[in-house]
């Protein structure tokens, strides 16, 4: 029991001598007779050179000495190494690894989302234990310190912070998105099961097509546009392939009229009842952006309604004044 004892103690030396914190000053053991060793200056040398490069300045070490040191001295401690390893492992839980391990564990857990959580912990101990063994964590976020930033570089400990608030803002724009999403789902499953009679429908299409087709005041004759003979081919189509003959669901509607829906909602005649004939995803994106009749999309119409008259205004002082 002593000797393994022993054993696991002089383990935990070697793993744990990297732990020497880069920002304390070397250690110059003098040698039998009061004479220093030939190496002290060298490796003060290249600790001078490596501050520098934590600095962001420029300095003579080669890549592969940056790299030496980054395992020899400890470079990220406390709180830095906790956040630096949940970085690590966000990009792990989003890659295809991920999802892989996930696949070969999923056996033991009940569902995907557990397996997915389990393979990310173990990542996580996973990396705690390279980078006490070599710096494996702090190498590879120096790769991207020196790949994103240009000359002159931040300071190293001032990329990762500023590394780490962009990653929680899009951590949280991210679930933000996704909850958005789940719930657009939602309601779209709700919005499609929607049902009405055949005859409202049928009466509603009718309606816009009249709306956008061609009337000759003179001879009151009706022509028809390309857009209204292509919704009337699709609304006997609608008719025709009814499973119910009382009833028609919103998702058939969506369906048999496909992008002649996009082009009544384009058309300013018709565009607000060209809404309702939309799936609720496009609804909101149209909504959104002001389209569709919207609110926003009114308020922008009656601004650019008044700069045309301000305009149309401004032309005519101009021309009173030629003829004065």
Same mark, same amino acid.
């Given at each position: 029991?002593?000797?393994?004892?022993?054993?696991?103690?002089?383990?935990?030396?070697?793993?744990?001598?990297?732990?020497?914190?880069?920002?304390?000053?070397?250690?110059?053991?003098?040698?039998?007779?009061?004479?220093?060793?030939?190496?002290?200056?060298?490796?003060?040398?290249?600790?001078?050179?490596?501050? !520098?490069?934590?600095?962001?300045?420029?300095?003579?070490?080669?890549?592969?000495?940056?790299?030496?040191?980054? =395992?020899?001295?400890?470079?990220?401690?406390?709180?830095?190494?906790?956040?630096?390893?949940?970085?690590?492992?966000? !990009?792990?839980? @989003?890659?295809?690894?991920?999802?892989?391990?996930?696949?070969?564990?999923?056996?033991?857990?009940?569902?995907?989302?557990?397996?997915?959580?389990?393979?990310?912990?173990?990542?996580?101990?996973?990396?705690?234990?390279?980078?006490?063994?070599? =710096?494996?964590?702090? !190498?590879?976020?120096?790769?991207?310190?020196?790949?994103?930033?240009?000359?002159?570089?931040?300071?190293?400990?001032?990329?990762?912070?500023?590394?780490?608030?962009?990653?929680?803002?899009?951590?949280?724009?991210?679930?933000?998105?996704?909850?958005?999403?789940?719930?657009?789902?939602?309601?779209?499953?709700?919005?499609?099961?929607?049902?009405?009679?055949?005859?409202?429908?049928?009466?509603?299409?009718?309606?816009?097509?009249?709306?956008?087709?061609?009337?000759?005041?003179?001879?009151?004759?009706?022509?028809?546009?390309?857009?209204?003979?292509?919704? /009337?081919?699709?609304?006997?189509?609608?008719?025709?392939?009814?499973?119910?003959?009382?009833?028609?669901?919103?998702?058939?509607?969506?369906?048999?009229?496909?992008?002649?829906?996009?082009?009544?909602?384009?058309?300013?005649?018709?565009?607000?009842?060209?809404?309702?004939?939309?799936?609720?995803?496009?609804?909101?994106?149209?909504?959104?952006?002001?389209?569709?009749?919207?609110?926003?999309?009114?308020?922008?119409?009656?601004? /650019?309604?008044?700069?045309?008259?301000? @305009?149309?205004?401004?032309?005519?002082?101009?021309?009173?004044?030629?003829?004065?």
């Amino acid at each position: 029991a002593a000797a393994a004892a022993s054993g696991a103690a002089a383990a935990s030396s070697r793993v744990y001598a990297r732990h020497e914190a880069w920002t304390a000053a070397p250690t110059q053991t003098k040698e039998a007779g009061g004479r220093r060793p030939a190496f002290s200056s060298k490796r003060v040398a290249r600790r001078r050179e490596f501050r !520098k490069a934590l600095a962001g300045q420029a300095h003579g070490l080669l890549p592969e000495e940056v790299a030496a040191a980054l =395992g020899t001295y400890q470079v990220l401690q406390g709180e830095t190494l906790t956040k630096a390893i949940d970085l690590l492992a966000e !990009k792990y839980a @989003e890659s295809h690894d991920c999802d892989f391990d996930a696949l070969k564990v999923n056996l033991k857990f009940a569902s995907r989302r557990a397996a997915k959580e389990a393979c990310v912990q173990r990542k996580k101990k996973e990396l705690l234990v390279k980078e006490q063994a070599d =710096g494996f964590v702090a !190498k590879a976020l120096w790769r991207d310190f020196y790949d994103r930033e240009a000359p002159p570089r931040s300071p190293f400990l001032e990329f990762l912070d500023q590394l780490f608030v962009t990653q929680s803002k899009r951590s949280v724009a991210v679930k933000g998105w996704l909850k958005e999403k789940t719930r657009l789902a939602k309601l779209q499953a709700a919005d499609q099961k929607r049902a009405a009679p055949v005859d409202a429908v049928v009466r509603k299409l009718r309606d816009v097509v009249s709306q956008i087709d061609r009337k000759d005041d003179a001879s009151n004759v009706v022509r028809p546009s390309r857009l209204g003979i292509d919704l /009337e081919r699709r609304l006997r189509s609608l008719v025709d392939t009814c499973t119910n003959d009382d009833v028609v669901t919103k998702k058939d509607v969506v369906a048999s009229l496909g992008p002649a829906a996009f082009s009544l909602v384009a058309d300013p005649r018709v565009a607000k009842q060209a809404l309702e004939l939309t799936d609720l995803q496009t609804r909101a994106a149209i909504r959104t952006r002001g389209g569709g009749g919207g609110q926003q999309g009114k308020k922008k119409k009656k601004k /650019e309604r008044k700069k045309m008259i301000r @305009e149309d205004r401004d032309d005519d002082d101009d021309y009173e004044d030629d003829d004065d």
